[in-house]
């Protein structure tokens, strides 16, 4: 009777197994690098370039991509948690994070396809639209400047606060005259409603604002910003991003933890790709390359046609 027993229990064990495989093998077999369906999660401060990216990527190929806009460290969480295999992140992963997935047997692939900047913003009524960058450290650290009344962030875990956290040298942002939100939107409505205030967000949400924001981003300056270096003032444009003249950059990266020929392999090189990058060319972003564009020479014949 025992042996019965032990018997229909590891029977049971091996159905549930093979049952189980069957279905997750069903799954990746549903899906390639061309179609099916996923979930990316992606940076909230990029979610702009992202969103177009999938939309075109979407109407080319017989594929569904749910995106799910989170802050950086929720991003991360989840993809060490395992809730998502395919994330959009503005940084490369760190020698310690790659470590934690190949503890766990996973590689992940990683597709860097853009360029993108951490711009400041500042109230319309401000007649000054140039600001240093060792002023807002220094501000940070506790140190008071009469041009800046209050620095507004979107959300203390977002990759924004964690940029400017790593500039200045703190683990967190300090309480005093230090505002945060939950989105760049919020941020930018912040500022434009409020004079002295210098909100920090990425600059992929002012060059591509959605409907509702066009009015409230005309009542705001994008600020020039003066490096550590001390050499000029400059704003987060496609061509100081290319000559490496703004100070404040970040690169944009596609993070794929599936293991198999799936959609995150068919969207990184997608956006790696012509068409991927044009897009980003198109949205005010430096693309990870360069376009290349080609050229059709009409040769035209004088007076008429005649030689």
Same mark, same amino acid.
């Given at each position: 009777?025992?042996?019965?027993?032990?018997?229909?229990?590891?029977?049971?064990?091996?159905?549930?197994?093979?049952?189980?495989?069957?279905?997750?093998?069903?799954?990746? !077999?549903?899906?390639?690098?061309?179609?099916?369906?996923?979930?990316?999660?992606?940076?909230?401060?990029?979610?702009?370039?992202?969103?177009?990216?999938?939309?075109?990527?979407?109407?080319?190929?017989?594929?569904?991509?749910?995106?799910?806009?989170?802050?950086?460290?929720?991003?991360?969480?989840?993809?060490?948690?395992?809730?998502?295999?395919?994330?959009?992140?503005?940084?490369?992963?760190?020698?310690?994070?790659?470590?934690?997935?190949?503890?766990?047997?996973?590689?992940?692939?990683?597709?860097?396809?853009?360029?993108?900047?951490?711009?400041?913003?500042?109230?319309?009524?401000?007649?000054?639209?140039?600001?240093?960058?060792?002023?807002?450290?220094?501000?940070?650290?506790?140190?008071?400047?009469?041009?800046?009344?209050?620095?507004?962030?979107? !959300?203390?875990?977002?990759?924004?606060?964690?940029?400017?956290?790593?500039?200045?040298?703190?683990?967190?942002?300090? $309480?005093?005259?230090?505002?945060?939100?939950?989105?760049?939107?919020?941020?930018?409505?912040?500022?434009? $409603?409020?004079?002295?205030?210098?909100?920090?967000?990425?600059?992929?949400?002012?060059?591509?604002?959605?409907?509702?924001?066009?009015?409230?981003?005309?009542?705001?300056?994008?600020?020039?910003?003066?490096?550590? !270096?001390?050499?000029?003032?400059?704003?987060?444009?496609?061509?100081?991003?290319?000559?490496?003249?703004?100070?404040?950059?970040?690169?944009?990266?596609?993070?794929?933890?599936?293991?198999?020929?799936?959609?995150?392999?068919?969207?990184?090189?997608?956006?790696?790709?012509?068409?991927?990058?044009?897009?980003?060319?198109?949205?005010?972003?430096?693309?990870?390359?360069?376009?290349?564009?080609?050229?059709?020479?009409?040769?035209?014949?004088?007076?008429?046609?005649?030689?």
């Amino acid at each position: 009777m025992l042996f019965k027993v032990k018997y229909l229990f590891l029977f049971s064990i091996c159905f549930l197994f093979v049952n189980c495989k069957q279905k997750d093998d069903a799954k990746t !077999n549903d899906e390639t690098i061309l179609k099916g369906t996923t979930t990316i999660f992606a940076d909230e401060t990029i979610t702009p370039i992202v969103e177009d990216e999938i939309m075109v990527f979407e109407s080319k190929y017989d594929a569904k991509i749910n995106l799910i806009s989170k802050s950086e460290s929720e991003v991360l969480n989840s993809l060490f948690d395992k809730k998502v295999k395919i994330a959009v992140l503005s940084r490369d992963l760190t020698k310690k994070e790659l470590n934690i997935f190949e503890q766990r047997k996973i590689f992940p692939k990683i597709t860097k396809f853009a360029t993108d900047a951490i711009a400041f913003v500042s109230n319309k009524n401000s007649k000054d639209t140039l600001i240093a960058l060792k002023d807002v450290i220094g501000f940070m650290k506790g140190e008071r400047n009469s041009s800046i009344k209050g620095l507004v962030f979107d !959300n203390p875990n977002s990759s924004t606060v964690n940029y400017m956290n790593n500039l200045v040298g703190i683990s967190k942002l300090p $309480e005093n005259d230090i505002f945060s939100f939950k989105t760049n939107n919020e941020v930018i409505k912040f500022v434009s $409603e409020n004079d002295g205030m210098i909100g920090i967000v990425g600059v992929n949400w002012l060059s591509q604002p959605n409907a509702s924001m066009s009015e409230i981003i005309k009542k705001t300056n994008v600020l020039s910003i003066q490096g550590l !270096n001390g050499k000029g003032f400059y704003g987060p444009t496609q061509n100081n991003l290319a000559e490496g003249t703004y100070p404040l950059v970040r690169d944009l990266y596609v993070v794929n933890c599936q293991g198999y020929s799936g959609l995150g392999m068919g969207f990184a090189s997608f956006v790696a790709g012509d068409i991927g990058q044009r897009i980003v060319l198109k949205s005010g972003l430096l693309p990870a390359q360069i376009p290349t564009r080609k050229l059709n020479i009409i040769r035209g014949q004088a007076n008429g046609g005649k030689k």
